[in-house]
Structures are given as C-alpha cells and as structure tokens.
C-alpha cells in the first residue's frame, strides 16, 4: 500500500461543506470517553524497537464491549509470535488465551474477531465465572512492518496532535472478509471515500464518524450492504494526552509531577530550570522559564495548576491564564484567597466571568481530607481526570448508571 504523508484536519483546506465542518467538530467535542494513549505510546515504542528479521507481531483490540468489562473498547495489546506481549485487553483474565489467538492471527496472517460472553453460565467460555458480565468482542490483527498503514502506524501518527482524531477500524464484514480488521484514519472527505473499502457505505459511515467525533464518544456500529451483508465498523476517538501545566518550583510540584508521569500525562513545569532538582527533567517534557512563552502551548486539553505559593506570583499567572485556552485552572491555597484574586480583577475592571469561573477550581483539588504533598496532589490529579471527563468524582457505589456507557448500537 502506497504510504500518503497526512495532515491535521485543520490545515486541510478543504471546501466542500463536510469537509469544512471537520475543523468545527474540535470546538464542540465533548468530554472524552476514552483515554488510552500512555498504552498507545508504550505500544508503539515497543513496536519500533522490534527486529522484524526475527520476529512477527499481531495487534489484539477489543472493538466491542456489552455490559460490564474491565478495559473498554480501544484497550490493545501487542503480541510477538515468541509469546512476550505488552499492554492488556482485560484484567488479566482474558489474555491468556488473547495470546495464543493472537499467535493463530501471525501463523495465518489473516485477521479474526472473537467475542468473549461472561454473560452466560458455561463452563467452555473462557472468562466465565469472573462475574464482569459482559460480552467483549477482540479483533487480532497480524501486523505487516511494510506496510506503513498498519494500525500501529496510524496510531503513531496521532500520539503527537493535540486535536481528536478517528479511526474507523472493519471488525465485521460478512461478505467481504478480507477487509477484516482494515483501519482507516479519518483526514478529509475525499481521502475517506478514497480509502474506505466499502464504497456504497462510505457515505453512511463518514456521517456517523462525525457525530462520533463532535459527541467525542467511540462507537461500534452496524450496517447493511446493498447485497444484505453485516458489516461492523468501530468508530475510535482517540483523544490528545492530558496536558498538565504546573507553575512553581517548590517541593509539592514533584509529587504532582510524578503522579502525573505515571498516568501518562504530558507535563511542563513553568520555573527557573536552575532552581529545580534534576529529577524533574526526567519527569516533564520541558521545564519552561516563567519569562518565556507559555501561552501557545495551552490547548483546550490541558489543565494548569498555580502552585508557586507567592500570592503577586500567582495573581500574575491568573490573569494570564484567563486569555489561554486552558480547560482547568486550579489555584493552591484557602477559598477567600482566590476570591481576593477575582475582586482585585474586578476593581481593576476585569471581573472574571461565569465561563472562567466554571473552569477554575480554588482551592485546586477533590475534598478527601489530603494533608500531605502526596494526598495533595492525589486530590488534584483524580479532580483533573473528574473534569475532563465529565464526571462529578462520587463515589462509584452512589452511581445510578452503569460505570461506562454503551460504545455499541
């Protein structure tokens, strides 16, 4: 397959009006369903690492899940034919034999689904008894190295953007298997309907890849051929990294920075480079100075925490944030602090807004009695992931619905 160098969908210009449209959709979008991308990240590291003379590789997806699963739909492992693998598709309990399914998809270089029911009480099933109750369907795709439109590389083509992005991937097609576990990245009108393997669903399928992408929800969904066959396309949002911004050089920033590493956040620290310990370059992408820039590296995906103790200091940076495009703005210290901050602004003629009041939270953090830097920064970090996923962080047993929502129709 011919390799084609892609572009974001904002520097398309294209315009028809679907195409047009694309560029909209990123100011829409809503809270992200998934958030995968640290295991993505790891995936494809390793896959760029393997020596392909030697070994060959299979991708296991889980494109389908119905009811209760451990890991939801876009949760991938990959797998080498020596039996070493890296990420998970469910708990545990499922890779075991997602393993040898996995070896089966590279012996035969031919794509396979498979769907486990923990649903029903039968013994063969593997996973019964786990008491997930659910039905997990797991595409294992074997992974050609030349052919750069492998679904590793799509995916490494996204790890980097900082807008949402779709990939449509065939995990049914009753008529046509060989187009079985195809993946298609989502750029423009015309390169759909170029790249899409069923053209009399392209249409149809382009449309619903849009709503998924202004709701920001993945979806598998199912249509029909003109010939009466089943196809089945998972429609995956795959959204940018949480983009963590700390202000500050003292030592709470390191516990916060670490925990933020571990979920796989991207993180810049905005401090004097030469008044932090080392070990923080180990931690952030980059360590900014306050005088510089900072500003275009804030996106609608990113959370900003003021943590620089100095009340003028964080007043300054405040101010500043309030033109960015930071989603969460969180401020250390009392309630009554914060609110000195907003009359200040207000005197000056600068009121803060409702808009901006909803995303700033002071004091920063989840009310679960932290006192130490450690707790302190577990509240933040579990408020940030709350808010971007728009959820109220209570507790899971006083949830009235289901844990996650249907991605299936």
């Known amino acids: 397959m011919v390799f084609r160098n892609r572009l974001l969908l904002s520097q398309l210009g294209c315009t028809s009006r679907k195409c047009t449209s694309f560029k909209n959709l990123f100011r829409t979008f809503g809270p992200p369903t998934q958030a995968p991308m640290k295991e993505i990240r790891q995936i494809v590291a390793a896959y760029g690492q393997i020596d392909f003379s030697k070994n060959k590789t299979a991708l296991a997806t889980v494109v389908r899940v119905e009811g209760s699963s451990y890991r ?104 046509t298997p060989e187009i079985l576990g195809r993946s298609i990245l989502l750029e423009s009108q015309a390169q759909w309907q170029l790249e899409f393997p069923l053209p009399e669903l392209s249409e149809t399928v382009l449309s619903d890849a849009l709503q998924c992408l202004k709701k920001g929800e993945t979806q598998t969904l199912f249509y029909k051929t003109d ?63 306050p005088s510089g820039e900072i500003q275009p590296l804030i996106d609608p995906y990113t959370a900003v925490v003021l943590m620089a103790h100095d009340y003028k200091t964080d007043f300054q940076n405040l101010q500043n944030l309030l033109h960015s495009q930071a989603r969460y703005i969180g401020l250390l210290g009392p309630r009554k602090r914060a609110q000195k901050m907003f009359d200040a602004l207000g005197a000056e003629g600068n009121p803060v807004s409702e808009k901006d009041l909803a995303r700033i939270f002071a004091p920063t953090g989840l009310d679960i009695g932290a006192v130490t830097p450690e707790e302190i920064a577990l509240s933040i970090a579990a408020e940030i992931r709350a808010y971007f996923a728009g959820r109220n962080a209570a507790s899971l047993r006083l949830r009235a619905s289901a844990i996650h929502e249907k991605t299936f129709t």
């Open 72 to 175: 939801r739909t876009g949760a991938r492992m990959l797998v080498l034919d020596n039996g070493t693998y890296l990420g998970g598709i469910s708990g545990g309990c499922l890779e075991g034999d997602a393993l040898r399914r996995a070896q089966k998809a590279i012996l035969s270089n031919q794509a396979s689904v498979v769907t486990y029911d923990t649903t029903r009480d039968d013994h063969t099933q593997i996973g019964v008894g786990l008491g997930c109750n659910g039905i997990i369907d797991v595409l294992f795709t074997p992974l050609d190295s030349a052919d750069l439109d492998n679904p590793i590389y799509l995916l490494r083509e996204q790890a980097d953007t900082r807008i949402p992005r779709l990939l449509a991937t065939i995990t049914g097609c009753e008529n």
């Open 227 to 289: 010939t009466g066959g089943d196809v089945r396309v998972c429609l995956e949002v795959l959204m940018p990294e949480t983009h963590l911004v700390l202000y500050g050089n003292n030592n709470d920033i390191y516990t916060l920075a670490r925990i933020s590493k571990e979920l796989g956040w991207n993180l810049t620290v905005v401090a004097n480079p030469l008044k932090v310990e080392k070990s923080l370059f180990a931690l952030a992408s980059q360590v900014l100075h």
